[in-house]
């Protein structure tokens, strides 16, 4: 498949993931086990939408690296930004996630991505 197929059914079931989220809140009481369920869910909708998201910016703005190396960055970008969705959700949902914390997290995240670009150049 080409990198736009691979963005459009990304796309697509970033939508469907949503809504599937969005049903399971409402179809399900909250218990520990539905808690860790909604986590999973909530950091596989961000991934689905956060690379083909990362991947128009990244070929609007970044230099390029080819058809597997954009795709890569791509995908490292995304799974990055719901890492760290995931890992602020759980803390919120703990009562854990001041805002300073999550600033730290998100920094973290950005510093690593920060690598990643200098280590490439």
Do not use: K
Request: contains cysteine; proline residues 6%; positive net charge.
């Amino acid at each position: 498949m080409r990198n736009r197929s691979i963005m459009v059914v990304l796309a697509l079931l970033s939508l469907v993931v949503w809504a599937a989220l969005l049903t399971f809140m409402q179809r399900q009481p909250p218990s520990m086990v539905n808690q860790v369920v909604f986590e999973v869910m909530f950091a596989g909708a961000v991934v689905c939408s956060m690379v083909p998201v990362s991947y128009a910016l990244n070929a609007r703005f970044a230099p390029p690296l080819g058809l597997v190396g954009d795709m890569n960055r791509s995908l490292r970008q995304g799974l990055l930004a719901g890492l760290v969705g995931g890992v602020l959700m759980a803390l919120h949902i703990m009562d854990m996630l001041p805002p300073e914390r999550a600033l730290v997290l998100v920094a973290i995240v950005v510093l690593l991505e920060l690598l990643f670009y200098i280590r490439r150049r």
